[in-house]
């Protein structure tokens, strides 16, 4: 079985990078995608529901809609993408998997799977076959309830979410793991930003974002670090061009100058399509990758040093300060400049402009959390929002900005893998279900228990780890390795392919699709970035009519498995029929949750409470915000290597490609590319048009990913960059941010050599 794509023969084609964002392309881009793929009368309809009051929300990211004016489809090319993926008029059917043997499926590229089609009804690969067949729902359940059974110990079943499944798909999901008498409940987020997760948690006491979307517009100063909102949060750029308008500064720091950084057109807007946009960055800091903690570290050096603090903040509110302060007696400005690529006087100038902001909001995404020294270095920004007084203050916060559009629902309703003492006793009063006190496996121990054989049953609510995680090798063997291996999906990806000895699709409805239960019509409800809960209507006509609900597939599996394993107590045929009952289950577990099924109701949603934000009230260890003092650390390069970031192209979902080009960099056609500095090129006397191959080396053990093609780029010298998933075989395993065990897809040292 491939376990990664197929090898590209032809070099990209390659123009220059688009100098603004958005604009006219962008709405020429969306109509070849929906227009091609779900008929133009079809994807109007579907478009225009969009981010309604009464339509879905929007699968493309978790970036929140303006509040009470979420009247009509904030427009946005890539949630538009991926809005048109799902509602494809293609379909797969059980033909489909006799013709193309799951070997021969591997073969094509993971652009060719996508664009198959909808999966449309249960698949089971028997042991030793090599094609999927039909299998009706309840033998699959049956099959599914069964191999658990068997199971020695319930930790030998994990249980994966991806974050786009719903708040009460996601309830349902840890419930039925807990009932089971497991917390493996490893996510996405262990990928994404669980270094946000554990660093915020510790210093501020939530894990989660302080600001609202209205605190945009009235910030004077916004950090993006380490985030390409053009791309894969475009929504964003309208906040940040609106926070310019009302008179707020931003500043981009980023190895790459990103075009959604430079300049913006509001798609919507006629003038500005034709006009030449918003600038959107006032200065943009190219940063060596995972430079960013010495960054921080620094400015706060400087703003302790020119007494630019807010002192009043700082001791009714924070813990720490002084031991904070005596950490900066041995500060040496080369080694400074030489981890960041950025003079001093340029630091202290970005430092001086931080001082004197009254409101600063910092926002970041995978740039910052998947090094190794996330956690520290999220801390680090943290601390110079503290020694402003920059947290629970109009137009100040931290901004994490999530990626999957429930990501952050899905850990607030309980999938987590190391659930607190307070959460289990609440969900044992209000379902009798007594969860383990020993926490489960995340994403990188999930993938060591199933190598070791200690893993055996792999279920998937939604994604695709095989191409998501890192070390696709590893990953490979380990699901290989698994009895069973369940996914449930709305498209085919490589996880259905590299499969356990059995392996089962189960097909479900997705969010664009009516959901109706025999109690009517269901909605479900997600949480965005900042914390806003609301509803989601899916409008669209099923795929087929054999497709589940995601909270339906849970309850079955729960109802099958008690008939096995003995009665838990639960009514699961209740609960998905009427999703209302879920909420009320939700309501009586979570904080915050309360009178849930009338406030999910209203138009906006509700916000769930923020102690920060809300009372500058900090539940951690000390009562207090605390200021942390990390080892200061980062990743360089010897000679002859190279620090690698792995990141996504204009035109994918994490693991589903659209299309091998990368429009806003001048990228047409190919994905194994290197984007290498010009000068690194020349030196490395490699070139540009021979393939080479990468090989990073780990603990002694080499990983070897062959044929890409090197592409000039202005990226600091000693960087290069690859995308994601192709590149994902060169990341080790065991690379791991310290705190959250995240990947290191932002820092994987590799050295280039021609291909033979
Ligand atoms: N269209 C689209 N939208 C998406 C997604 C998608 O794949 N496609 N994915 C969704 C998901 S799950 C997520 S998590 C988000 C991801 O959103 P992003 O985090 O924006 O995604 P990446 O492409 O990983 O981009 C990381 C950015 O960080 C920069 N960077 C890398 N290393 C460093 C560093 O060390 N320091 C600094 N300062 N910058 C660095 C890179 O140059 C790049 O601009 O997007 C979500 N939205
Ligand atoms: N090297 C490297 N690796 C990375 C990253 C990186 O930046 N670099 N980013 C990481 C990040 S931030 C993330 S979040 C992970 C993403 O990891 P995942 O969430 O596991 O991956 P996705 O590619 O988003 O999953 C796509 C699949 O989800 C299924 N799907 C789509 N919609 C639905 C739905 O509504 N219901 C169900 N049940 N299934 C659905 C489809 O079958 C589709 O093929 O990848 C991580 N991996
Ligand atoms: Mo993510």
């Given at each position: 079985m491939r376990k990664i794509p197929p090898l590209e023969k032809n070099p990209p084609l390659l123009s220059k990078s688009s100098k603004s964002a958005a604009g006219l392309p962008a709405i020429i881009s969306t109509m070849n995608h929906g227009f091609t793929k779900s008929g133009i009368i079809g994807s109007l309809k579907t478009l225009s529901r969009v981010n309604r009051f009464h339509g879905f929300d929007c699968p493309g990211c978790a970036w929140p809609d303006p509040d009470g004016h979420r009247t009509f489809a904030e427009f946005c090319e890539n949630g538009a993408k991926a809005v048109a993926d799902e509602s494809t008029k293609k379909r797969i059917n059980s033909s489909f998997f006799a013709k193309n043997s799951v070997s021969s499926l591997s073969n094509h590229s993971d652009q060719w799977l996508n664009d198959q089609g909808r999966l449309t009804e249960p698949m089971l690969l028997a042991e030793g076959e090599e094609h999927y067949k039909p299998i009706t729902w309840n033998d699959a359940f049956e099959i599914i309830s069964s191999e658990l059974s068997e199971l020695e110990n319930p930790n030998e079943a994990i249980f994966y979410t991806s974050g786009r499944t719903s708040n009460e798909a996601a309830f349902m999901w840890q419930l039925l793991a807990r009932r089971f008498g497991t917390n493996n409940l490893p996510d996405c987020s262990n990928m994404c930003h669980e270094s946000s997760g554990v660093a915020l948690t510790d210093s501020?006491?939530?894990?989660?974002?302080?600001?609202?979307?209205d605190d945009f517009n009235k910030a004077d100063l916004i950090l993006v670090v380490g985030?390409?909102?053009?791309?894969?949060?475009?929504?964003m750029l309208t906040a940040l061009r609106d926070a310019k308008r009302a008179g707020g500064s931003i500043v981009s720091i980023n190895p790459l100058t990103e075009t959604g950084m430079r300049k913006f057109k509001h798609p919507q807007n006629p003038l500005e399509i034709l006009g030449s946009g918003t600038e959107i960055a006032d200065e943009h800091f190219q940063i060596n990758i995972n430079g960013d903690q010495i960054l921080f570290n620094a400015i706060n050096h400087h703003l302790i040093q020119n007494d630019l603090i807010d002192h009043d903040f700082i001791s009714e509110y924070t813990n720490g300060f002084d031991e904070f302060r005596k950490s900066f007696s041995n500060i040496n400005w080369q080694e400074i400049e030489n981890a960041t690529g950025i003079s001093e006087s340029r630091i202290r100038n970005l430092a001086e402009i931080i001082g004197k902001a009254n409101s600063i909001i910092i926002c970041w995404a995978m740039g910052i959390t998947q090094h190794r020294n996330s956690v520290p270095t999220i801390q680090e920004m943290v601390n110079t929002l503290l020694l402003g007084g920059n947290i629970g203050r109009q137009g100040a916060g931290v901004c994490p900005v999530r990626g999957h559009s429930n990501v952050q629902g899905d850990r607030t309703v309980g999938i987590n893998h190391k659930p607190k003492e307070d959460f289990i006793s609440r969900l044992e009063k209000s379902t009798g279900i007594k969860s383990p006190n020993s926490h489960g496996y995340d994403a990188v121990e999930s993938v060591h228990a199933m190598l070791s054989g200690s893993g055996k049953v792999f279920l998937s609510m939604g994604g695709n780890f095989l191409s998501a995680m890192s070390d696709t090798n590893l990953v490979s063997d380990a699901l290989e390795n698994c009895n069973l291996t369940v996914q449930i999906s709305t498209k085919l990806n490589r996880s259905h392919l590299v499969t356990g000895r059995k392996a089962i699709i189960l097909p479900c409805l997705g969010r664009t699709e009516l959901d109706i239960s025999i109690s009517g019509n269901q909605f479900v409800s997600v949480e965005n970035s900042m914390g806003i809960v609301h509803s989601s209507q899916g409008k669209n006509k099923p795929a087929s009519k054999e497709l589940l609900s995601e909270p339906s597939i849970v309850c079955n599996l729960g109802k099958f498995l008690d008939q096995i394993i003995g009665d838990?107590?639960?009514?699961w045929d209740q609960l998905c029929e009427n999703y209302d009952r879920i909420r009320d289950l939700i309501e009586d577990t979570i904080p915050g949750f309360n009178d849930y099924n009338n406030r999910v109701r209203i138009k906006e949603g509700f916000y769930l409470p923020n102690p920060p934000r809300d009372s500058r009230t900090f539940n951690t260890d000390s009562g207090l915000a605390n200021f942390r003092i990390n080892k200061l650390e980062n990743l360089s390069s010897s000679e002859n290597e190279f620090v690698m970031m792995t990141i996504r192209s204009h035109d994918q979902y994490n693991t589903t490609i659209y299309s091998s080009n990368d429009r806003y960099r001048g990228i047409k056609g190919g994905r194994r590319i290197i984007f290498m500095n010009p000068e690194d090129i020349l030196s490395s006397n490699i070139s540009p048009d021979s393939k080479v191959n990468i090989t990073s080396i780990f603990r002694g053990v080499k990983r070897t990913s062959k044929s890409w093609h090197l592409v000039p780029y202005q990226i600091p010298r000693g960087n290069i960059a690859t995308y994601f998933p192709e590149a994902n075989?060169?990341?080790?395993?065991?690379?791991v941010a310290l705190g959250s065990n995240t990947p290191t897809s932002k820092s994987v040292l590799v050295r280039i050599t021609k291909e033979n």
């Open positions: 501020i006491g939530i894990g989660k974002g302080t600001v609202t979307l985030q390409n909102p053009g791309t894969n949060h475009p929504r838990s107590g639960i009514n075989e060169l990341i080790p395993l065991d690379s």
